[in-house]
């Protein structure tokens, strides 16, 4: 975990019961959960195994290993998953250093909330070698803090990643807004007791108690997150 912004911008965003946002980073803040599928494609056709694209609705959003994981055995891929994830993530960062594109909505989103000292943390699946990279393309100093996958005990689906975060910004889970885009990420902030604005990527995720579901970033702004809370309590 790594914290780029003074503890001094930890306390409560000014005016309103928000106390800190969290961002989920592929598929939510930048278009990257293609590059993970067609990764997963490609070493696994060298491999000589072809996925089914069913399967991609599966792997989408969780942990490499559990991602890895599954995809070993759905094939019967004669590679460990130690070699698998190795092969995975070095081929995503092939992928990535062409160039990371942003999600529509995800530079604006990201410019305001800094321009109103909310804390804000990345809180990934992804391991801290793949995080950094896309961090050249997002702005470090735009987080207070961020949170990989290889970084806690468990990750998503488990709620360890969201409260790490809360606790390395010294929030409450519930006064958070945790924006996702898959059911994965999406039951880990429930988990933790945070609120939930869902973008889907892949798969659709319906609404739910505590749980907004919109099209885009687009449509996300501070007095939308901030109504999140209030809303909700």
Known sequence: MTSTVPASLTRMAEGSALQAVFLDMDGTLVDTEGFWWDAEVEVFGELGHTLDESWRDVVVGG???RSAGYLI?????????????????????????RGVPLMP?????????AAH?????????????????VLHSLGRDRFTLTVAG????????????YLLAARGVGAEPGRCAVIEDTATGVAAAEAAGCRVVAVPSVAPIAPADGRLVVRSLEEIDLRFLRTLITRMN
């Open 73 to 97: 055995e759905a094939t019967g891929a004669d590679i460990t998953l130690a070699e698998l994830t190795v092969l995975l993530n070095e081929r995503f960062e092939q992928r990535i250093g």
């Open 63 to 65: 942990p490499m290993t």
């Open 150 to 161: 290889d970084e806690v005990s468990r990750t998503k689906p488990h709620p360890d990643p």
């Open 117 to 133: 000292n909310v804390p804000t943390a990345l809180v990934s699946a992804s391991h801290r070698r793949i995080i950094d990279r």
């Open 105 to 113: 909505g995800a530079e604006r989103l990201l410019a305001e909330l």
